[in-house]
């Protein structure tokens, strides 16, 4: 079984357009939001760090502890996130994590207790599995051909946006809003998201009907989503690693709130049109090289943030270069098993995205400690970014494919 093979993709052969009408761009923009909406939950602590550290006086490892809450249970549940869905329907799941997403954060913000904002962070994190680890078998099951790569890649531009949106939102607050204001504001978008997928959402015609019993990937398949899920994991960890402790580093290195907020704007917003851009350039010179060169990329843009000045630069590196090629890892991730595996596959691959950002950020966290400042949570993040481009090597060994991103984009 090739995996990036027409045939394994479970659309039927003569299947060549995106039936549905506007439909599937709905359901898109629905999982769009739900993306920004994690990207804005995940960075919600992040954004108040000053407000938490002092109020309830945080070491860079309770720091990333906290950090880590939202991620934490997403181990554990991404695997039965993907069962559930294969039994009882993606629509129900997805609709169900939105859910979730929205009573988290009331959770943190009643609560008023570092217990209760790490309890809120969990439940809105386990709503984000339910959401995340779908949202890729949706779009294969709605987007087939070239859309596919364009449809993956305008979903993972909704994280940067829903970064920097936490940090135009949340460092912007009117007088008399305090920190449990900004937790609440993480509601809207999940609300919003929810709203228009239980509006917009059906069965996708592509979809060739398959036996309802219970199957796990095969072996190779599972080994396949297992190394996927650690490249996901090791460049989503090191972006979170450098967007948790660059504002830290270089207030240490005694640099102006104007200047950290334009750093941090060019490291999400650049994100988004290399994404897109990304997804072209691979199809164009194939996913190997983009995966090298975003990778070396967001390593050095991450390394040098620490050790060096021109943070301007660096935040090109990270957010710019380094962030090309987020499209091929997840369509790497979604084509390595066959679609009646498809949810059972996402839910292992998320289970790796999951584990690394629920530990991660403590190890960073740990690494700043040791280092005694938050640049060493940077140098962590670079050496974890680093371990994307061997493991991709080894993904493509184990595939025996030149591209899956070119086999998906062609199919």
Same mark, same amino acid.
């Given at each position: 079984m090739s995996v990036a093979a027409p045939e394994a993709s479970g659309h039927p052969p003569s299947s060549q357009k995106t039936a549905g009408g506007l439909r599937p761009w709905v359901i898109l923009v629905a999982l769009t939001?739900?993306?920004?909406?994690?990207?804005?939950?995940?960075?919600?602590?992040?954004?108040?760090?000053?407000?938490?550290t002092s109020l309830f006086h945080l070491s860079y490892t309770d720091y990333g502890v906290l950090l880590g809450a939202y991620m934490s249970l997403g181990v554990f549940a991404a695997l039965p996130v993907g069962i559930l869905g294969r039994w009882l329907g993606d629509g129900l799941i997805t609709a169900a994590g939105?859910?979730?997403?929205?009573?988290?954060?009331?959770?943190?913000?009643?609560?008023?207790?570092?217990t209760s904002i790490a309890a809120g962070r969990m439940i809105a994190g386990i709503?984000?599995?339910?959401?995340?680890?779908?949202?890729?078998?949706?779009?294969?099951?709605?987007? #087939?051909?070239?859309?596919?790569?364009? /449809? &993956?890649?305008?979903? +993972?531009c909704g994280y940067p946006i829903g970064?920097? *949106? @936490?940090?135009?939102?949340?460092?912007h607050m009117p007088p008399g809003f305090d920190w449990r204001a900004g937790f609440l504001t993480d509601c809207v978008l999940p609300a919003i998201a929810l709203l228009i997928f239980v509006l917009s959402f059906r069965r996708s015609p592509h979809i060739t009907p398959t036996p309802q019993r219970f199957s796990l990937p095969n072996g190779r398949e599972f080994l396949l989503l297992i190394i996927a899920g650690v490249i996901w994991?090791?460049?989503?960890?090191?972006?979170?690693?450098?967007?948790?402790?660059?504002?830290?580093?270089?207030?240490?290195?005694?640099?102006?709130?104007?200047? #950290?907020?334009?750093v941090?704007?060019? /490291? &999400?917003?650049?994100? +988004?049109?290399?994404?897109?851009?990304?997804?072209? *350039? @691979?199809?164009?010179?194939?996913p190997l090289l983009v995966m090298i060169v975003g990778t070396l990329g967001i390593a050095i843009g991450t390394g040098g943030t620490a050790l060096a000045a021109m943070p301007l630069l660096w935040a090109v590196f990270v957010g710019i270069i380094g962030s090309i090629h987020p499209g091929v890892i997840i369509a790497v991730g979604t084509m390595s098993t066959r679609q009646e595996h498809?949810?059972?596959?996402?839910?292992?691959?998320?289970?790796?995205?999951?584990?690394?950002?629920?530990v991660v950020p403590a190890l960073c966290g740990h690494a700043a400690d040791v280092y005694g400042g938050p640049a060493g949570g940077l140098l962590a993040a670079a050496a974890i970014a680093a371990l994307g481009i061997p493991l991709y090597l080894l993904h493509r060994r184990v595939a025996r494919i030149e591209a899956v991103p070119s086999a998906v984009a062609a199919r």
């Open positions: 939001l739900g993306r920004i909406a994690f990207g804005y939950q995940l960075q919600t602590v992040a954004t108040l760090e000053q407000i938490l939105f859910t979730l997403m929205v009573i988290g954060p009331c959770i943190s913000a009643w609560g008023g207790t570092q709503g984000g599995v339910g959401m995340v680890v779908l949202q890729g078998k949706i779009i294969a099951d709605w987007f #087939i051909g070239p859309r596919f790569m364009i /449809a &993956t890649s305008i979903v +993972v970064v920097d *949106l @936490a940090q135009l939102v949340l460092t994991t090791s460049y989503t960890s090191a972006y979170q690693g450098y967007l948790f402790y660059v504002a830290p580093t270089l207030t240490a290195n005694g640099a102006s709130a104007a200047l #950290i907020a334009l941090v704007t060019v /490291a &999400t917003w650049g994100q +988004v049109p290399s994404t897109l851009f990304g997804g072209g *350039l @691979a199809g164009r010179f194939g498809r949810a059972v596959g996402m839910g292992i691959f998320y289970s790796l995205y999951f584990l690394g950002g629920a």
